[in-house]
């Protein structure tokens, strides 16, 4: 079983508030490993499988990002306010409140893997190693990769999507049945769903601020405010010893993976063949196998090698 969480509590963030729990213990020696949940405007639910690395010595830090979950609430700010950047200050600043700059790991799972890649970019001395999972590294090639996918669905499901994104009818339980196919294929493929992940699909529906603004109303109709960034041209910045994770029916597919591959010299990529979006939840016990082989080399001399 995880083991029980050692602290929990907010830091300050400017005139805001960030939600935290620390699961171990910070001073035992190894670097903490750092979870940046995706979204954006997700919680840190449906990450807390993470947890189990504490049983193996390395203490586990999860957050939830402004304006969701434990975090400060803000659905008056408009897109203006939410920016990438803000969400990069965001977790530089969690790490100097919690004392850990100078030894930790991050872990960054779909939206939160561009964001701690981002993070990564900047050279962070205290940063040990870096995972990126389940990550596209540009929303334009997420967004090319998603018509791949929606292509694949039964043409009755395509029919339904395309007609309520065109009236823009988002809330309709038709639009939502429809929805759940892809999800069902491409996000999580556990029926039912665990509780963590659906507290998280359920804490973004009851503040959605942050997800409509930035992303849109699900994962494969993005017209926020991310529609085009990209971060490929900025890769090579990344001097961080890199895992890849991804599942084989993932929406973050291989197409969209593959430019931290090809751009990140210190690199090696996991392909977890009976998961989509959430390996940590569809192949929880190979997931935490893959992590702590990870979390075990970073501590040993390394050379800039790829498998």
Not at 235 to 253: F, N, V, W
Request: one cysteine or more.
């Amino acid at each position: 079983m995880p083991l029980e969480p050692s602290a929990k509590g907010t830091v300050p963030f400017g005139e805001y508030r960030t939600w935290y729990r620390v699961t171990g213990d910070l001073r035992a020696g190894k670097p903490a490993v750092v979870v940046v949940h995706g979204g954006p405007g997700s919680t840190h639910d449906y990450l807390l499988q993470l947890t189990e690395l504490a049983e193996q010595g390395w203490p586990v830090v999860h957050y939830d990002q402004l304006g969701n979950g434990g975090s400060t609430h803000l659905p008056d700010k408009g897109a203006d306010f939410w920016k990438v950047d803000l969400f990069a200050a965001e977790l530089a600043n969690l790490l100097s409140e919690l004392g850990i700059a100078d030894n930790y790991v991050l872990f960054g799972q779909s939206w939160g893997g561009l964001l701690a890649a981002k993070h990564a970019m900047t050279r962070p001395v205290g940063l040990r190693g870096l995972v990126v999972a389940n990550s596209p590294a540009s929303y334009p090639l997420w967004l090319s990769e998603m018509a791949v996918l929606r292509a694949q669905l039964p043409p009755d499901v395509q029919e339904t999507l395309l007609r309520h994104e065109a009236a823009e009818t988002f809330e309709s339980p038709e639009y939502l049945a429809a929805m759940r196919v892809f999800y069902d294929r491409h996000v999580c493929r556990i029926l039912p769903w665990p509780r963590d992940f659906l507290s998280s699909f359920m804490e973004i529906y009851n503040n959605p601020t942050v997800y409509y603004t930035m992303n849109g109303p699900n994962e494969f109709h993005v017209i926020g405010t991310l529609k085009d960034w990209s971060i490929i041209d900025e890769l090579d910045a990344i001097r961080t010893p890199t895992l890849l994770i991804s599942g084989r029916y993932d929406e973050a597919t291989p197409v969209t993976m593959q430019p931290y591959f090809d751009r990140i010299p210190n690199v090696r990529w996991e392909i977890f063949e009976n998961s989509s979006h959430c390996p940590h939840l569809e192949e929880s016990d190979r997931f935490t196998e893959v992590m702590v082989g990870f979390l075990k080399e970073l501590a040993q001399p390394v050379g800039e090698s790829r498998s």
